[in-house]
Every structure is written in structure tokens, then in C-alpha cells.
T-cell receptor
Framework: DTEVTQTPKHLVMGMTNKKSLKCEQHMGHRAMYWYKQKAKKPPELMFVYSYEKLSINESVPSRFSPECPNSSLLNLHLHALQPEDSALYLC????????????FGPGTRLTVL | GQQLNQSPQSMFIQEGEDVSMNCTSSSIFNTWLWYKQDPGEGPVLLIALYKAGELTSNGRLTAQFGITRKDSFLNISASIPSDVGIYFCAGQQNAGNNRKLIWGLGTSLAVNP
């Protein structure tokens, strides 16, 4: 089973709202990722958690706040977003080691009004 | 940021034709990955390559890890309409805690039934 689940599938929010994106995997993977993807572009890495600790932050604005409550869950808290933050947000996980391979979830389509 | 050179950028083919796409880099990678992405969905892993010279098949798909470790190709044989989508290559250097993927810009495939 190589399934990563994400909720919600779609999210529309105003610039003053606070919302959260959720990601879950039950493959025993020790690394989890958040990506942002604009139309017809490759995914852009935002954050990496390794063994539940934040290991990479790609200079993402503080209006995006990641959280890893346990090894299976990853959240992305959103606050005071801008319209240009509208995108497909992808979660991924990987097992680590020599053959580290990332598996992606279906994504959350975010629209900021 | 660093990107892979992926070509062609787009292809329009007839059902039943074979397809070939490739990625090249000026840097050496230890892992090459090929993903397919449908509109509004997350990337789905097609083939993962971990060893220089490795040739791997997955049904009608075949991919190779170049012997120089700086390139990879993906072939699709006897294309069908459901092959439509964007194909991304990604390389990973697996150095220490570096889990970052370097992405190509994608090959958009259209199949005429």
C-alpha cells in the first residue's frame, strides 16, 4: 500500500481566514513533505519533516505553518494568505535510506479570495 | 533553483504509437524517478531507478538510469488514451539528510484516439 491521503480535496478561503490542510500516511514512512504546485509547473518543496522534526524550510512565508503531531500525520496551518497562494498543495512521504522514494497524495486545491 | 532539462516539452501522438522522453542534468544523481500527473491530482510514481545503467519496466513503460548518472529516459509503448497527462522526471542526490528532488519541467502528452 503506497497511499497518502489529504483532506480537504478543495478549499476556498478569504484572506483573513485560518484553515488547516491535513495529510496522513500509514506506510511507516519517516519523512513527510509539503509542496506547492502551480498549473503546468513541477511541485515546489516547502517543508520536510524527518522523524517528526522539521529538517527543511524552503524560506516559506510565516503565513504557512507546518505541524507534525506524530509519524503518520502532517498538517499545514494557513493564516492571512494572499490570492497568489492559490495553488495545489501536495503532501508526500518517503521511507528514507538508500532507496528513498517519495509518494504523493492527491492534493488540496486551495483558492484564496 | 536547479532544474533538469526534460524534453520534449509536449507531444501529440496517435493511439498505438510509441513515446520517448528524456531528462538530462549537469549534476550526478543517485536516484531517478518518473511520475505521471493528471489534472488536479497528485503525481503518481511510475518507475524508480536506483543504479546507474539500470533498465526497469512497468507494463508498457520502460525507463533507464543513464550510465553517467546524469540522464534518464522513459519509453511508453503502444500508447492508449489514458496515457494522457504530464510526465515529470525527478533526480535525487541522497547526500546525507538531503531529501530534495530536482524536477524537470514536464512533458505534456496528448493521445489522439
Amino acid at each position: 500500500d503506497t497511499e497518502v491521503t489529504q483532506t480537504p480535496k478543495h478549499l476556498v478561503m478569504g484572506m483573513t481566514n485560518k484553515k488547516s490542510l491535513k495529510c496522513e500516511q500509514h506506510m511507516g514512512h519517516r519523512a513527510m513533505y509539503w509542496y506547492k504546485q502551480k498549473a503546468k509547473k513541477p511541485p515546489e518543496l516547502m517543508f520536510v519533516y524527518s522523524y517528526e522534526k522539521l529538517s527543511i524550510n524552503e524560506s516559506v512565508p510565516s503565513r504557512f505553518s507546518p505541524e507534525c503531531p506524530n509519524s503518520s500525520l502532517l498538517n499545514l496551518h494557513l493564516h492571512a494568505l494572499q490570492p497568489e497562494d492559490s495553488a495545489l498543495y501536495l503532501c508526500a512521504s518517503s521511507q528514507g535510506g538508500r532507496t528513498d522514494t517519495q509518494y504523493f497524495g492527491p492534493g488540496t486545491r486551495l483558492t484564496v479570495l | 533553483g536547479q532544474q533538469l532539462n526534460q524534453s520534449p516539452q509536449s507531444m501529440f501522438i496517435q493511439e498505438g504509437e510509441d513515446v520517448s522522453m528524456n531528462c538530462t542534468s549537469s549534476s550526478i544523481f543517485n536516484t531517478w524517478l518518473w511520475y505521471k500527473q493528471d489534472p488536479g491530482e497528485g503525481p503518481v510514481l511510475l518507475i524508480a531507478l536506483y543504479k546507474a545503467g539500470e533498465l526497469t519496466s512497468n507494463g508498457r513503460l520502460t525507463a533507464q538510469f543513464g550510465i553517467t548518472r546524469k540522464d534518464s529516459f522513459l519509453n511508453i509503448s503502444a500508447s492508449i488514451p489514458s496515457d494522457v497527462g504530464i510526465y515529470f522526471c525527478a533526480g535525487q542526490q541522497n547526500a546525507g539528510n538531503n531529501r530534495k528532488l530536482i524536477w524537470g519541467l514536464g512533458t505534456s502528452l496528448a493521445v489522439n484516439p
